[in-house]
């Protein structure tokens, strides 16, 4: 499903920037485009990351990847 209509990006392209360490609604947009034109989809966005990180066994702990350097990962 088209979840970024400005930027055309699917919800599988956002699970994908999460899942590579994007934490924020910005890094997201940094990895993938989605939530930098209009803006009507931050929301959703955001809630896809919280939704995929409160699953993680890792949150809140060392191993979690988040932060500038969870970006760098995610857009390599």
């Known amino acids: 499903m088209v979840l970024c209509i400005c930027r055309a990006v699917t919800d599988r392209e956002v699970d994908a920037a999460v899942h590579a360490g994007a934490r924020s609604v910005d890094a997201v947009g940094a990895c993938c485009g989605a939530g930098t034109d ?29 932060g500038a350097g969870a970006l760098a990962s995610a857009s390599r």
Not at 44 to 55: K, L, M, N, Q, Y
């Open 38 to 66: 209009c803006g009507a989809c931050r929301d959703a966005i955001a809630e896809r990351i919280e939704d995929s990180c409160a699953a993680c066994p890792r949150r809140g702990t060392q191993d979690c990847r988040s």
